[in-house]
């Protein structure tokens, strides 16, 4: 098992950074106090999201922080990510654990039903998303909104690394840590933000102060 000290978790894609260049984006944000980062790609073919992926993965290892690929197992295993981030309907964690034969990877699982919390996938994952905290409009096709309640609820569970996704903003996220989560994941208060080092540096200040 990992030990996941992370506190800012940036999940990012080319269409989030709209028209910005993703890696410039990236940077600003790692420098700002990003520590770890998910490649989300939706829609891209495996060709591209394994060219952006290596193009992270060099990023990530410039600045010495772990890459996380979403839902590739094939992508995360031939850029050597750090982990993979899967959720209910993708390759079971547990699975992941048998075919990606390597001890230190990560695997993050999001819990969007609260019975996931009984399962053997939870198990075998190292840290769990609570997804979404609050509604977003960058990704309508959720389960549960969790709330501050829902967060301490799953706290109760589980001692597992909880990570809070889902309109994670500066007015919110120390009362999320509050409740229970250990690290914070955002997509638009970065990607969209108009500087996104001084975004992810008020974030980071805010979760840690
Ligand atoms: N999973 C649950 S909510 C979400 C994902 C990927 C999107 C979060 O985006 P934002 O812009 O930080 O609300
Ligand atoms: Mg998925």
Redesign the pocket.
């Given at each position: 098992m990992i030990s996941f000290t992370y506190k800012l978790y940036l999940?990012i894609s080319e269409a989030?950074c709209k028209g910005k260049n993703m890696i410039a984006v990236a940077r600003q944000a790692i420098k700002g106090g990003v520590d770890i980062i998910q490649l989300?790609e939706k829609n891209a073919s495996v060709t591209e999201f394994t060219t952006k992926a290596l193009q992270l993965k060099a990023l990530a290892d410039e600045y010495h922080i772990p890459l996380i690929i979403n839902d590739n197992l094939m992508v995360a295993e031939h850029v050597n990510a750090a982990g993979i981030h899967v959720g209910n309907n993708d390759l079971p964690p547990a699975e992941i654990r048998r075919e990606w034969n390597v001890a230190n990877k990560i695997i993050g699982y999001?819990i969007e039903y609260i019975e996931q919390l009984h399962n053997e996938q939870m198990e075998a994952a190292d840290y769990l998303?609570i997804?979404?905290v609050?509604g977003?409009?960058?990704?309508t096709d959720?389960v549960t909104e969790w709330g501050l309640e829902g967060i301490t609820t799953i706290r109760q569970l589980t001692t597992k690394p909880l990570i809070a996704?889902?309109?994670?903003q500066l007015n919110n996220v120390k009362a999320v840590i509050n409740a229970g989560a250990d690290c914070i994941?955002?997509?638009?208060?970065i990607?969209?933000a108009s500087n996104p080092e001084k975004a992810a540096y008020d974030l980071k200040n805010e979760i840690i102060k």
């Open positions: 999940v989030d989300r999001s998303g997804s979404p609050f977003t409009a960058t990704k959720t996704i889902g309109n994670m994941a955002v997509v638009s208060a990607c969209s």
